[in-house]
């Protein structure tokens, strides 16, 4: 009984957690062909999946590392302002095969896995939290997150498609993860201690509007 209420915990976590990785996937294939959209939704998932399974080893020590965290979340920022811009940019007014010329597959996959060895890290955490350490029930949490990624990108792929807006919701969600590993890193919480119940709210949702309007000053630069 113990095993299964730690499996349905897993369950439970992945459904939370693995939302911010489908949306990387969604916006950084949602510019490419049908065909190569599907192949890059599958490679990222493959990709999330077994980011994960490494950095189950070494996750619980690597976050205790001050400023790592804070240093991934500066890194997410920039992926989801380029995500931004590339899909509100000059190429996303072409689709199809014109869109494969200045956007292509690997490039989709180079960016899906930047972002998901960045987020992978709270979520791999969490799970290894919750398993106490088991392997087995480690492995099993992560092979369950495979088919939530790839079903849930598919699907916010074909809303991105039909809905070209919802881009800077994504964006912003990804800005909202950004802003949370910020405040969540050990020395910024060392650092801003005595501000940090307030910082703690405030932070990841100033860093909606943030992401946004950084994408959108620079496409207008452009």
């Known amino acids: ?46 990709a999330a999946v077994g980011l994960r399974c490494v ?42 095969e014109n869109a494969t010329r200045s956007y292509t597959v690997q490039q989709a996959i180079r960016t899906i896995i930047a972002a998901d060895f960045i987020m992978s890290l709270d979520n791999v955490l969490a799970i290894a939290a919750v398993a106490k350490g088991e392997p087995i029930m480690m492995l099993l949490g992560i092979a369950i997150s495979i088919p939530m990624i790839i079903w849930g990108s598919q699907m916010l792929s074909r809303l991105l498609q039909k809905f070209p807006s919802l881009v800077y919701l994504g964006g912003g969600l990804l800005g909202y993860a950004a802003g949370g590993m910020l405040i969540n890193d050990p020395g910024i919480v060392r650092l801003l201690a005595p501000y940090l119940p307030t910082l703690k709210e405030a932070v990841p949702l100033l860093c909606i509007p943030f992401v946004i309007i950084v994408a959108l000053l620079r496409l207008r630069q452009r």
């Open 1 to 46: 009984m113990e095993s299964l209420f730690v499996f349905m915990q897993i369950v439970f976590i992945n459904v939370l957690l693995s939302g911010d990785n489908a949306v990387v996937i969604a916006m950084a294939s949602q510019q490419l062909p049908q065909e190569q959209r599907r192949k890059a939704i599958w490679w990222g998932a493959g």
């Open 55 to 96: 950095l189950t080893l070494v996750a619980i020590s690597l976050l205790k590392i001050p400023y790592l965290q804070a240093a991934g979340s500066l890194l997410l920022f920039i992926i989801a302002i380029k995500l931004i811009m590339d899909a509100s940019g000059p190429q996303a007014e072409t689709r199809g």
